[in-house]
């Protein structure tokens, strides 16, 4: 398992993180697994304290504990990055774009694109249909899409500088 900002309340939503919460996401970082007494035990709290921070942390939207798989071995051949130029409401549109079940990242920038957005699917052809009803959202204006070749690193052991 691994811990990654994820949807939810804002970064910071729920006031400043404590060290003692960094250090927890940090035991969680390095393995999701990790019992709550053993991280209790790491940055000195009971085991109950640990859990109720964990929980705190993953209601807020601060982090997620979720298994990270490997697409190709779950039988989705095709991974992408969109880049995609809006107008309008380039919030609104990148949200019913990150509503899309392919959709596993998507974020508004600055930039050559206005928002990106990876996907993974089962095939080509599944990617073509979800281009396409991308391209359909209204204030999408244009689509270019980045084939991943090589997964060459993903990790979300970060930590919490």
């Known amino acids: 398992m691994s811990t990654q900002?994820?949807?939810?309340?804002a970064p910071g939503a729920a006031g400043p993180i404590d060290d003692?919460?960094?250090?927890?996401i940090e035991q969680l970082q390095e393995d999701g697994r990790?019992?709550?007494?053993?991280i209790?035990?790491?940055?000195?709290?009971?085991e109950?304290?640990?859990?109720?921070?964990?929980?705190?942390?993953?209601?807020?939207?601060?982090?997620?504990i979720v298994a990270v798989t490997d697409p190709l071995q779950l039988g989705f051949s095709r991974q992408a990055m969109l880049g995609i130029k809006a107008d309008d409401d380039l919030v609104a549109v990148a949200d019913r774009i990150a509503a899309l079940n392919q959709v596993d990242y998507c974020l508004v920038t600055a930039?050559?694109?206005?928002?990106?957005?990876?996907?993974i699917c089962a095939n080509d052809d599944d990617l073509l249909r979800l281009i396409?009803?991308?391209?359909?959202?209204?204030?999408?204006?244009?689509?270019?899409t980045f084939m991943y070749l090589s997964l060459r690193k993903q990790e979300?052991?970060?930590?919490?500088?």
């Open 48 to 64: 109950a304290a640990v859990r109720q921070r964990v929980q705190k942390l993953t209601d807020s939207g601060v982090m997620q």
């Open 5 to 9: 900002h994820g949807g939810g309340a």
């Open 34 to 38: 990790r019992s709550y007494a053993n």
């Open 40 to 46: 209790g035990k790491a940055v000195g709290l009971s």
């Open 20 to 24: 003692v919460s960094k250090a927890i």
């Open 156 to 161: 979300y052991n970060w930590g919490t500088r």
């Open 111 to 119: 930039g050559s694109f206005d928002i990106l957005a990876e996907v």
């Open 132 to 144: 396409t009803r991308i391209r359909g959202i209204d204030g999408v204006l244009s689509t270019e």
